[in-house]
Every structure is written in structure tokens, then in C-alpha cells.
């Protein structure tokens, strides 16, 4: 028999507030229930998110309801964290709503309580539902598990599922084949996306399954030989659009043991990147900015193109556009008005909305971080990371003070002072305190530089030396300097 498995569905999800993306999301599922009739399945799985909150509006409801209501074969659900509350326990959830009114079949094992997995029935669910349930046709009985999303304790529950699984099989007999159903991101197939279980703690579950239906990471990935995850049927954020090919549902086929991934129908993401280096004025940069929407055009309209990206009468569809700024920008933050940009790239593309993402840096800013390699400098979303940006910037009052000689140390200083002040709230006498003793630790002979007064001169106080607090209010104003100098890029 076939099997159709798709994953985080996020029914309801509203992105950009826009209408038309959650009408996307729900058209992504109904091509996909659509195509499970080409493909003549005789089961649907969907481990987890097949809403995008727990707190399901009643539009939403009532769509997913007229959905299923027309879908002839088994739906097996299992709860993603988007489903459920794992701090607090609801009587009903809206998954088991759906199974309760015989439109689901959910499968939610609990491998802490004994059994782990009870068994439910496909014409007459167990209300609430169980944890295991029966397929057979054509002499063929294919046994599915499903468990709920279980966050960080998915680690020491995977060991427990193996062994529920086990106990099933000693209790009812070997089925045909063994599927489960889960909603967990595996470390080595995206480490990236902030996934939980490391590959080795899949091993007794492969001992006991021929297919691991997974969800929960939107992109679609194998792991192990047994390990398929779809990816969500819509892109969702800026960042899944890019997933061109990553976006579908798997066909699973129980006689040979193949999964076939195929892409899913979804509104067209495009990505383009323009770079706001040496224009001097914003017109200069509008005028060169439209052109290269000019020139982008012919690339996102092949985009718009794929049969993939096209409505039900193979008609083009608007896209989502991402428009990343790069370089270095010359004019001042008020005169760089992204908004105007946005809407003269809506526009151009005809786009059903434009994101910008402003990647640029600040001219002073990257004078300043010089050579700091840029993945250093700036974190992922394009902001500058300000503990080297201060680094930085304590490194440079340090290099160019009378204080030279010691300018790493200086520096640390410095950055340790900045602690002293911000996190640990420690008042002037403390710091005088903390200067002073670092200061006769670094220059123990009173001298900060070649060109200093020798030790034992009069230096302010007229009485040999110069005296521990004078030393402070000396590196208290580098301080000040500092965060002056730290405010003052920060508000470019």
C-alpha cells in the first residue's frame, strides 16, 4: 500500500497579516489532500502542526473540517508543538476534537505511563485518542505509532518508544510494517535550524520501524534509512522561501520501501540582493535601485512560472519578494528610506509584498571594525554584534591613549569596567578602587609611556606621586570616553 506523508501544515498561519498567505497555506493542503487521490494512498500521515496555534479561530476550524470531511482515506495525526501546550494540559485539545468527530485518527503515545501505546480503531477512534492503530488491506497490516512533541525530553523518551513499540509486538504480534510518527528535528540533517536529537539516539527506534515520519523543521531532509521529513507544504518565513526545492510531502510505499519526495504547489518566494556602496544621495540610489528591479524582473517571472507556483488554472501568482540591502551606506539613517524602496520594488515586480532586509553597515562602523571578518562582526540578521564592535572600540581609546604600552591589557580594562558598571552595578568607589589597583599592576613604576615624568616626580599632587584616585578619575574617562564613543556609533 501508499502511503502520503506531509508535515506542518500550519493551518491558520497569517503571514504579513496578509489574507491571501493564510488562504496560501490552507490552498497548499488542499492541493496536497488533492494529489494523495492521484497517487491512490490508502493512509495520510501528518506528525505534528497541522494547526498554527492551539487557540484555532473558528474560520480556521470550520475550513479544516470541510477539508477532511472530504478526504476517503485515513488521516493519522500526531501533535506538533504548535498543537499543544507542553506547560499546560487542556480536557480537549482541537486535534483530539478532530478525532472525536471521526475526521482524524489521532496517535499520541506516552512513553512515561505503562503502556506506552494504546490501541485505537480507524472506524471508531478512541475518544481522546490512542497511541497505535492497525492498517490492513489486501492481506497486508501496516502498524502506525505516533507520539506528541516532547521538546527536550525527546532525548530519554526515544528509548521508552522503542520499547513500547517492542511490548506491542510481543502483545499483538509483528506487523508487516512499522511505522511512527514524530515531531522532532534530527542534529545532523540541519544543524542549523536549532534541531534536538542527535543522530545516535535514533538506533532503537531504526531497530523497530521501516519508516520514521518526521516534522517539526520545515525543510525537507533524510536521515538514517529510515528518517523522512518533509518539509512544510508552504514557505512560511523569508528564510523557507529560499528552500526552493525543500518544500513538499513524501510517498511512501510499503511493498518495496521507497519514499519518493514531491514538491508541493506554494505562492513563489524570490530573493535579490542590491548594493547600497557609494551612492551619495538616495535619488542616486532610487534611480539605480529601479533599474535593477528592471533587470531582476525576467529572473523572478520564470520563478512565477513554475507549474509549482501557479493558482489551479496554471496562472501566475504574485510573489513574496526579498529585497536584502548590502554594503557599506554612505548617507545618513534618515535619508535611507526603506520604505519608499519597498514600494517602488512592489511596484516593478508586481509582488504581493515586499520584505526588505537590511544587511548594510554604517561607513563609521566599518572604519572602525577595519579588518574584523564580517561573519565576526555582524550577526546573522545583519546587526552589528556590539561585543566586537566595543572590543573594538576599547582597543582603539587604549592604542591612541598615554597608555599605549600596554594596550591589550588596557583594553581589557576597560571591557572589564564596562561589566563592573552594566551588569554587576558596582558604584564609583568600587570602580576608583578597581582602576587604581590595575593601574599599579600594569605600570607599577608610575609610567604610562615613554614620554611620561619619571618616577618620584611631581605629578598634580605636588607630593612625589601620583595618587591612586587620580589614576582613577585618569581610566574612569577613558571609560566614559568609551561609552560615549559606543553610544554615539550606535545612534548613526
Wanted: glycine share 8%; hydrophobic share 35%; with cysteine.
Amino acid at each position: 500500500m501508499r502511503l502520503a506523508h506531509a508535515a506542518d501544515i500550519h493551518l491558520g498561519h497569517r503571514q504579513y497579516d496578509l489574507s491571501q498567505r493564510e488562504s496560501d497555506v490552507r490552498l497548499a493542503f488542499e492541493h496536497f489532500l488533492k494529489k494523495t487521490r492521484e497517487h491512490d494512498v490508502t493512509a495520510i500521515l501528518i506528525p505534528g502542526d497541522l494547526f498554527d496555534s492551539r487557540d484555532v479561530s473558528p474560520k480556521t476550524l470550520k475550513r479544516a473540517e470541510s477539508l477532511l470531511a472530504d478526504v476517503e482515506v485515513p488521516v493519522l495525526v500526531s501533535p506538533g508543538n504548535h498543537d499543544q501546550s507542553m506547560s499546560t494540559r487542556r480536557e480537549l485539545t482541537w486535534l483530539q476534537y478532530l478525532n472525536d468527530s471521526g475526521l482524524v485518527t489521532l496517535l499520541s503515545g506516552t512513553p512515561r505511563d505503562e503502556p506506552a501505546f494504546v490501541r485505537t480503531d480507524l472506524a471508531e477512534p478512541r475518544q481522546g485518542g490512542g497511541g497505535f492503530v492497525d492498517i490492513e488491506s489486501d492481506g497486508e497490516t501496516v502498524r502506525c505509532f505516533g507520539v506528541p512533541y516532547r521538546g527536550a525530553y525527546i532525548d530519554t523518551d526515544l528509548p521508552k518508544v522503542a520499547d513500547g513499540i517492542r511490548a506491542v509486538e510481543e502483545r499483538e504480534g509483528p506487523a508487516d510494517t512499522t511505522v511512527l510518527l514524530a515531531h522532532f528535528g534530527v542534529d545532523d540533517a540541519v544543524p542549523d535550524l536549532g534541531a534536538t536529537v542527535k543522530r545516535a539516539w535514533l538506533t532503537p527506534i531504526e531497530e523497530r520501524v521501516d519508516y520514521l515520519a518526521l516534522g517539526h523543521i520545515h525543510k525537507q531532509y533524510e536521515t538514517g534509512t529510515v528518517g523522512r521529513n518533509p518539509g512544510s507544504l508552504e514557505a512560511l518565513d523569508i528564510q523557507e522561501g529560499r528552500w526552493d526545492e525543500a518544500h513538499g510531502y513524501y510517498v511512501f510505499d510499503t511493498e518495496d520501501g521507497t519514499a519518493e519526495h514531491r514538491l508541493s504547489h506554494r505562492r513563489p518566494y524570490h530573493t535579490m540582493s542590491f548594493d547600497v556602496s557609494d551612492y551619495r544621495t538616495f535619488e542616486d540610489l532610487r534611480v539605480e535601485f529601479a533599474a535593477a528591479l528592471d533587470d531582476e524582473r525576467p529572473s523572478v517571472e520564470r520563478t512565477c512560472e513554475r507549474e509549482i507556483h501557479c493558482d489551479g488554472n496554471g496562472n501566475r501568482r504574485a510573489p513574496v519578494v526579498n529585497v536584502r540591502f548590502v554594503g557599506t551606506l554612505l548617507l545618513d539613517h534618515g535619508s535611507f528610506d526603506v520604505e519608499a524602496l519597498r514600494d517602488l520594488a512592489a511596484d516593478r515586480l508586481d509582488a504581493i509584498h515586499v520584505q526588505p532586509t537590511n544587511n548594510t553597515e554604517r561607513k563609521a562602523i566599518a572604519e572602525l571594525l577595519g579588518d574584523v571578518e564580517r561573519d565576526e562582526a555582524f550577526d546573522a540578521d545583519g546587526t552589528v554584534n556590539t561585543d566586537v564592535l566595543q572590543e573594538r572600540v576599547f582597543t582603539t581609546i587604549a592604542g591612541e591613549s598615554r597608555y599605549s604600552a600596554e594596550t591589550e591589557a588596557v583594553a581589557r580594562t576597560l571591557d572589564e569596567l564596562e561589566g563592573l558598571v552594566t551588569n554587576e552595578g558596582e558604584g564609583v568607589s568600587e570602580v576608583a578602587d578597581y582602576l587604581g589597583e590595575r593601574r599599579r599592576e600594569l605600570f607599577p613604576d608610575g609610567a604610562a609611556e615613554s614620554g611620561d615624568e619619571p618616577a618620584g616626580a611631581d605629578v598634580e599632587t605636588g607630593d612625589g606621586a601620583e595618587t591612586g584616585e587620580t589614576a582613577s578619575d585618569d581610566a574612569a574617562s577613558e571609560g566614559r570616553t568609551s561609552q560615549q564613543t559606543l553610544d554615539a556609533r550606535g545612534s548613526e
